[in-house]
């Protein structure tokens, strides 16, 4: 206001100077000193009007920054406020989880209660274990021993007048078991037996009836080349026939009570070799006898006041 005051009154004194020309050399003098000063104010005004405007232009940008910053800043809070949606989702599926293990919880409780009910039981049984493992171990040596003595004799009978390959004798854990050639036991194609086969059976029910506490099943094997006559309809038919002849022929020629008897046929299944050859489906072509100790027999082998002491 100051500098904008002085120039009018410069101005006013040039205009009084042109139209009067009255002005003394001293008065010129002094409007020329002042004439400078506000010259030289008026460029110092513009120096800092520059450096407004340039400050003006740094608060421009900074505020487009500012703005860059508050988007930026926006955008953020948008994601954190899904993200706060999200872990709120989260949150109330774990709790509900939490609820249900709750749940459980009070459910293995009540499981946990009867479990020790169980453990005290079992625990209060196990008391005698050294009793019942002496027990067991006596069962099996005795069991095995009468097995071993059973196939001892079976062997020592039927081994004169029997050839090698047509009969097989074996203890398989809790049985003894002897596998009979079709070729000694019956005629081609046919459940009929032979004269040959009816004095190994004797042989075996003779051994048979010296033990009263055993059962004998009799299974009949066959190949698997299909049969088909008036007599007979498939292999497990001939199976069958077959394990029934046997049956029979120790009920009514050898006198073995047939309540210890049990026939049962196999057919072509249960193979000890492959079919694909001729030695291999002579091998599947037997009659299996097993002799089985009765399950009283095994009842007394676990009775506890027959463990040795």
């Known amino acids: ?54 400050q003006i232009s740094a608060c421009e940008r900074e505020k487009e920054a500012l703005k860059g910053d508050l988007r930026a800043a926006q955008a953020t809070t948008t994601n954190k406020d899904a993200q706060i949606a999200d872990l709120k989702e989260q949150i109330g599926d774990i709790r509900g989880q939490r609820d249900k293990q709750v749940e459980q919880v009070g459910d293995l409780t009540v499981l946990s209660q009867s479990a020790n009910e169980n453990i005290k039981e079992t625990l209060t049984q196990l008391q005698n274990k050294d009793k019942y493992i002496n027990l067991i171990q006596a069962a099996k040596t005795k069991a095995d021993s009468l097995n071993l003595a059973l196939a001892v004799n079976l062997t020592t009978m039927l081994k004169d007048g029997v050839a090698d390959k047509d009969v097989e004798i074996k203890v398989d854990k809790t049985v003894v078991y002897i596998n009979l050639s079709d070729k000694m036991l019956y005629t081609s194609g046919s459940a009929t037996i032979t004269n040959r086969a009816d004095e190994v059976l004797g042989k075996i029910a003779a051994i048979v009836k010296s033990r009263p506490n055993v059962e004998v099943m009799v299974e009949g094997y066959t190949d698997n080349v299909p049969i088909s006559n008036s007599c007979i309809t498939d292999n497990w038919d001939l199976s069958v026939k077959r394990a029934t002849s046997v049956v029979r022929a120790l009920q009514t020629k050898h006198a073995i009570n047939p ?5 049962a046929g196999r057919g072509q299944y249960n193979t000890l070799a492959s079919n694909d050859t001729a030695e291999g489906r002579s091998t599947n072509r037997r009659t299996r006898i097993i002799i089985l100790p009765k399950l009283d027999q095994f009842y007394d082998l676990l009775d506890p006041n027959k463990v040795p002491e």
Do not use: H
């Open 259 to 263: 309540n210890r008897l049990i026939a």
């Open 1 to 54: 206001m100051k500098l904008t005051t002085r120039l009018l009154t410069f101005l006013c004194l040039c205009s009084l100077m042109m139209t009067s020309c009255l002005i003394s050399k001293s008065q010129y003098e002094l409007l020329q000193t002042e004439l400078e000063v506000a010259n030289s104010q008026l460029g110092e005004c513009g120096e800092k009007l520059n450096d407004y405007m340039s």
